[in-house]
């Protein structure tokens, strides 16, 4: 059965630091990009990093961009969220995403499946 | 940044009834688009990727359609295990923020 479990949430005070773990299980860890997604309490889901297969490549969210890193081990089957300078706007759900795709005739497609089952970080004094 | 729409917010239905939720993208984003259900403390759930194909083990009563700019899932006969929050997401371009519409969370009249 292909798994992702999330580890790592807590809470933290504003400026302060956090890792967040994603465990996979089931599947070839190493052959996928992987994602992290996002939720407010309350609101909606926010994409906000990605890295490729090898950890060659990431990308991330304005909102996140050089206070968060992604990494990986593919040794450990374990992707990584470092959350740096932490702002009460980071209080969300975190979920960890597998990144499938599919070659159609008419393009590549691509979506996050399956989801861990989040883990939840607030950032507040 | 493409910026995802979705129609409406929220809605009452009964079971058995038609559903029907829009998503409209901010600039033609051709078939590149995957639909999401999200039950209250539960991580999201594919439901339909590249617009119209779906994700296997998804009951057939989900549908969806569109390309271009504007976008629909329909549910044919809603049940009680389909209430829920339902999201769209774009796979056409860069992911940013954007990347997925508001939500649209459907409740029990």
């Known amino acids: 059965e292909v798994q992702l479990v999330e580890s790592g949430g807590g809470l933290v005070q504003p400026g302060g630091s956090l890792r967040l773990s994603c465990a996979a299980s089931g599947f070839t860890f190493s052959s996928y990009w992987m994602h992290w997604v996002r939720q407010a309490p309350g609101k909606g889901l926010v994409w906000v990093s990605r890295?490729?297969?090898?950890?060659?490549?990431?990308s991330y969210a304005d909102s996140v961009k050089g206070r968060f890193t992604i990494s990986r081990d593919n040794a450990k089957n374990t992707l990584y969220l470092q959350m740096n300078s932490l702002r009460a706007e980071d209080t969300a759900v975190y979920y960890c995403?597998?990144?499938?795709?599919?070659?159609?005739?008419?393009?590549?497609?691509?979506?996050?499946?399956?989801w861990g089952q989040g883990t939840l970080v607030t950032v507040s004094s | 940044d493409i910026q995802m729409t979705q129609s409406p917010s929220s809605l009452s239905a009964s079971v058995g009834d038609r559903v029907t939720i829009t998503c409209r993208a901010s600039q033609s984003i051709s078939s590149y688009l995957n639909w999401y259900q999200q039950k209250p403390g539960k991580a999201p759930k594919l439901l339909i990727y590249a617009a119209s194909s779906l994700q296997s083990g998804v009951p057939s009563r989900f549908s969806g359609s569109g390309s271009g700019t504007d976008f629909t899932l329909t549910i044919s006969s809603l049940q009680p295990e389909d209430f829920a929050t339902y999201y769209c997401q774009q796979s056409y371009s860069t992911l940013s923020e954007g990347t997925f519409g508001g939500g649209t969370k459907v409740e029990i009249k």
């Open positions: 995403a597998r990144d499938g795709s599919v070659l159609l005739w008419f393009g590549e497609f691509h979506w996050f499946d399956p």
């Open positions: 890295i490729n297969s090898d950890g060659s490549s990431t």
